[in-house]
């Protein structure tokens, strides 16, 4: 069995618990502004743009909690680190949509949750993938 040394780091804690909360705070202040009062019918090209925007900064948050995650518990198994920055990251999305229900001419959408949603899942992918692969080829040294 291989002895694993785990180093207690509070500055890096503090650095990357930081980050996260820096991005959630960007996240919370764009749901915050308030929608368009006049109805349109928005263009693929619009509804494109919002909806890959949600992708994007849940797979940015996802990341970010990973790290965190990862230094929080340095003995937990990478699926569990994975898991717990997963289920993190969709809750801040329902959050993050029951918050846009106060705020004017924006709601709550389900659908808003499940492209969150997608995001985390394209993170953790991506994550895994470069762990695994990461592994493999230090085990061919």
């Not at 502004?33 to 109805?39: H, I, R, T, V, W």
Request: proline residues 4%.
């Amino acid at each position: 069995m291989k002895f694993m040394k785990i180093i207690f780091r509070p500055s890096l804690i503090v650095v990357r618990g930081l980050g996260l909360l820096f991005w959630m705070t960007v996240i919370f202040f764009f749901s915050s502004l308030p929608g368009s009062e006049n109805q349109f019918e928005p263009t693929l090209i619009y509804y494109m743009e919002r909806k890959g925007a949600h992708v994007l900064e849940y797979a940015v948050l996802m990341f970010l909690a990973v790290r965190f995650v990862r230094v929080i518990f340095p003995l937990k198994s990478f699926k569990n680190i994975l898991l717990g920055a997963g289920v993190f990251s969709l809750l801040y999305g329902v959050s993050d949509e029951l918050h846009q229900l106060f705020v004017p001419y924006r709601g709550a959408k389900v659908s808003d949750v499940l492209i969150d949603g997608s995001g985390i899942l394209l993170a953790g992918a991506f994550i895994f993938l470069m762990s695994y692969i990461h592994h493999k080829n230090s085990r061919k040294i």
